[in-house]
C-alpha cells in the first residue's frame, strides 16, 4: 500500500532533506512551501508541490484538502517549521 505524506517547509535545510528522504523510500509526497518556485525540482523528482504558509490557516486547510481530494488519505504529516 502507497503511504502519502504532506511536508511543509521544502524549499531548504530538514524539510527538502525530509522530502527527498520520503521520496526515495516511495512514499507520495506533498512538498509544501510559501513559494512553490522554490520547491519545482522536488516535483520533477516526482513530489507533489502545493503552496503552503502554514500561519495561514486557509492555505493548511486547501493543503489537506488536496492530498485527501487526490489520494483519498493522509497517513503522515511533517511540520517542519523554523522558529523565529
Not at 21 to 36: C, E, P, Q, S
Not at 56 to 75: F, M, Q, S, Y
Request: with cysteine; net charge negative; hydrophobic share 30%.
Amino acid at each position: 500500500m502507497e503511504r502519502t505524506v504532506l511536508i511543509t517547509g521544502c524549499s531548504s535545510g530538514i524539510g527538502r532533506a525530509t522530502s527527498e528522504k520520503f521520496l526515495r523510500r516511495g512514499w507520495t509526497v506533498y512538498a509544501t512551501a510559501r513559494d512553490t518556485d522554490d520547491i519545482e525540482d522536488l516535483g520533477q523528482h516526482g513530489a507533489r508541490t502545493v503552496e503552503l504558509d502554514v500561519t495561514k490557516e486557509d492555505d493548511v486547510e486547501n493543503a489537506v484538502e488536496t492530498v485527501v481530494e487526490n489520494d483519498g488519505r493522509l497517513d503522515c504529516v511533517v511540520n517542519n517549521v523554523r522558529k523565529s
